[in-house]
T-cell receptor, first 116, second 113 residues
Framework: AQTVTQSQPEMSVQEAETVTLSCTYD???????LFWYKQPPSRQMILVIR??????QNATENRFSVNFQKAAKSFSLKISDSQLGDTAMYFC?????????????FGKGTKLTVNP | GAGVSQSPRYKVAKRGQDVALRCDPISGHVSLFWYQQALGQGPEFLTYFQNEAQLDKSGLPSDRFFAERPEGSVSTLKIQRTQQEDSAVYLC???????????FGQGTRLTVV
């Protein structure tokens, strides 16, 4: 089964502090990509960060970084220096390629609130 | 265009009515996806196109759902005889393929009354 589990339905953090969102996944595939998407109330899914599973080095994008543990199938997102604009739903996802098809599998999301 | 464009943004349909949702992907993007997102949930995969070929329709919930992308660009998701359980946000995404970066539109919120 291809599943993504986000165990924290809601989290909050003070502005300028650091927060980590958890994600575990299950797949029998060896080649896949991992993603974090942000969805503000406007509904637009915005790509935050991407990690190729074959790369050991953790991806970083400005204030966003991941801790990718392939053996443990864990892919957490760290947001440093949190800003009010980071308030949103965050979805962890992985993409698999099977028989020419591509599929993104999403978790249920974590609602992050950044407090002033 | 600059991003993925979906129309309409909102659609209210009476139960039993047919609806058509449109997606304009980013120009040159080979891959196109449709997702269904229920309130408070993560998106659920519906179908995948590579150019005009529908390579995966395993997520379509019933034969009332039909998607097409005849010229490998614009895609339409059609729902026949809508039911209340079809109420959701329908998201379209496209990607160049090789880089596996999928970019999403703002979605169509469908409400069936």
């Amino acid at each position: 089964a291809q599943t993504v589990t986000q165990s924290q339905p809601e989290m909050s953090v003070q502005e300028a502090e650091t927060v980590t969102l958890s994600c575990t996944y299950d797949t029998s595939e060896n080649n896949y990509y991992l993603f974090w998407y942000k969805q503000p109330p406007s509904r637009q899914m915005i790509l935050v960060i991407r990690q190729e599973a074959y790369k050991q080095q953790n991806a970083t994008e400005n204030r966003f970084s991941v801790n990718f543990q392939k053996a443990a199938k864990s892919f957490s997102l760290k947001i440093s220096d949190s800003q009010l604009g980071d308030t949103a739903m965050y979805f962890c996802a992985f993409m698999i390629t099977l028989g020419g098809s591509e599929k993104l599998v999403f978790g249920k999301g974590t609602k992050l609130t950044v407090n002033p | 265009g600059a991003g993925v464009s979906q129309s309409p943004r909102y659609k209210v349909a009476k139960r039993g009515q047919d609806v058509a949702l449109r997606c304009d992907p980013i120009s040159g993007h080979v891959s196109l996806f449709w997702y269904q997102q229920a309130l408070g949930q993560g998106p659920e995969f519906l179908t995948y196109f590579q150019n005009e070929a529908q390579l995966d329709k395993s997520g379509l919930p019933s034969d009332r759902f039909f998607a097409e992308r005849p010229e490998g660009s614009v895609s339409t998701l059609k729902i026949q005889r809508t039911q209340q359980e079809d109420s959701a946000v329908y998201l379209c995404a496209s990607s160049f393929g090789i880089d596996r970066k999928a970019f999403f539109g703002q979605g169509t919120r469908l409400t069936v009354v």
